[in-house]
Every structure is written in C-alpha cells, then in structure tokens.
T-cell receptor, first 112, second 116 residues
Framework: SQQGEEDPQALSIQEGENATMNCSYK?????LQWYRQNSGRGLVHLIL?????REKHSGRLRVTLDTSKKSSSLLITASRAADTASYFC????????????FGRGTQLTVWP | DTGVSQDPRHKITKRGQNVTFRCDPI?????LYWYRQTLGQGPEFLTY????????KSRLLSDRFSAERPKGSFSTLEIQRTEQGDSAMYLC??????????????FGDGTRLSIL
C-alpha cells in the first residue's frame, strides 16, 4: 500500500474541544500534506510539511511530522461545527509526477 | 482565482451509455489530474496531464475510459459503455509545475455519476 493511513477512522467531539488525527506511512517521503473534504465537495489543501520539518502551524491547525516513526498528526484546536469533514493525509515520495495517494481519511464530527 | 470547475455536477445515466465530463483547471496551472472516489474511500488516482501530454495512467483506467486535454487547458474524461461499478465521484485537480517538492493540488467539486 502506498497511501497514508489515518487514525482514527471516525472522531466525534464537542465544539471547543481539540481534535487530533494521526497518519502513518510506510516509506521515505519528500513531504506530507493534509487535505479536508466536506461532504459532497472537492478536497481543500490545508497544510504541507516537508521531511526536514518537525512541526508547522497554520491558524488553528498544528501538524507534526516524525520521520523516524513514519507518522504525522494534525491537531485542530478550539474546534467548530464547520470543521466537520473528512481529513486525509497524503505524501509525496519525491516523484516529479505529483500523483497523490489517499487513504480512507478520518471523519471528524464536531457537535455544536 | 476562479478555482477548478467541473461540469456537470451530477450525471445519471443508464448502464451501457457513454458519458463525458469536463474539467476547467485554474488557468495558470499546467498540471491536471483526474481521480475517482467511491463512498467511504479516499480518492484514487486515474490519470495526469502536463500541458496537453498525458504522462501517466492508472491501471484503474480501463480501455473504456479515455481522457484528453487537447490544448493544454480544459480536459475531458469519457467513459464508454458504462457499468454499475463506474458509479462514483470523479474529481479533477490542477497544480502549477514545481521544480522541487510537489505543489498542493486544487480540486474541483467533482462530478457525481450514478449508473442505473
């Protein structure tokens, strides 16, 4: 399998709580990206972290990358109902072709 | 930035019919991708264009599927003799060419195909 594997498959929390999603992969990578998909819509790019970076922030998002453990995590702080979506991690092995490999994602539900 | 647009948003057709979808990428993006997504799964890569050249095709792209990008701008994906298993969301994405790490891909909202 060449896609990232997200964990958990489903996460249900209350507004205001933090949401943490994890991603594992099996090979060396060039970079790792997280995408969000609202139901019935296309995917939206959230954040990209390169293999030589350990942590990256964007607004309420914090992404970590541990290349020794081949894992990444996405933390959404102070979640909102609008954060309800599926979240996917995808990685790039350095190919110039750019194809992305997606896992099943984590379905996040934030209750108001 | 008008985003990636796909047409139609929904298509319902009978088994055995041919269907064609269109994707208009972001104008300055020379890379264009097609993905297919079934319920509960992540998108699966189908094919990729750089300008008008189709550089990679997945094994998922059987001989009933054909994609074109004749002038390096919009792209079409045609499915001939549709089957029940073709029911899915077909997503198009585009990105600028990168010299290093891959650029984020910008996705359209997809075409949902339902085969009766």
């Amino acid at each position: 399998s060449q896609q990232g594997e997200e964990d958990p498959q489903a996460l249900s929390i209350q507004e205001g709580e933090n949401a943490t999603m994890n991603c594992s992969y099996k090979t060396s990578i060039n970079n790792l990206q997280w995408y969000r998909q609202n139901s019935g819509r296309g995917l939206v790019h959230l954040i990209l972290i390169r293999s030589n970076e350990r942590e990256k922030h964007s607004g309420r998002l914090r992404v970590t990358l541990d290349t020794s453990k081949k894992s990444s995590s996405l933390l959404i702080t102070a979640s909102r109902a609008a954060d309800t979506a599926s979240y996917f991690c995808v990685y790039d092995r350095g190919s110039t072709l750019g194809r992305l490999y997606f896992g099943r994602g984590t379905q996040l539900t934030v209750w108001p | 930035d008008t985003g990636v647009s796909q047409d139609p948003r929904h298509k319902i057709t009978k088994r055995g019919q041919n269907v064609t979808f269109r994707c208009d990428p972001i104008s300055e993006h020379n890379r264009l991708y097609w993905y297919r997504q079934t319920l509960g799964q992540g998108p699966e890569f189908l094919t990729y264009f750089q300008n008008e050249a189709q550089l990679e095709k997945s094994r998922l792209l059987s001989d009933r599927f054909s994609a074109e990008r004749p002038k390096g701008s919009f792209s079409t994906l045609e499915i001939q003799r549709t089957e029940q298993g073709d029911s899915a969301m077909y997503l198009c994405a585009s990105s600028p060419q990168s010299t290093g790490a891959n650029q984020p891909q910008h996705f359209g909202d997809g075409t949902r195909l339902s085969i009766l």
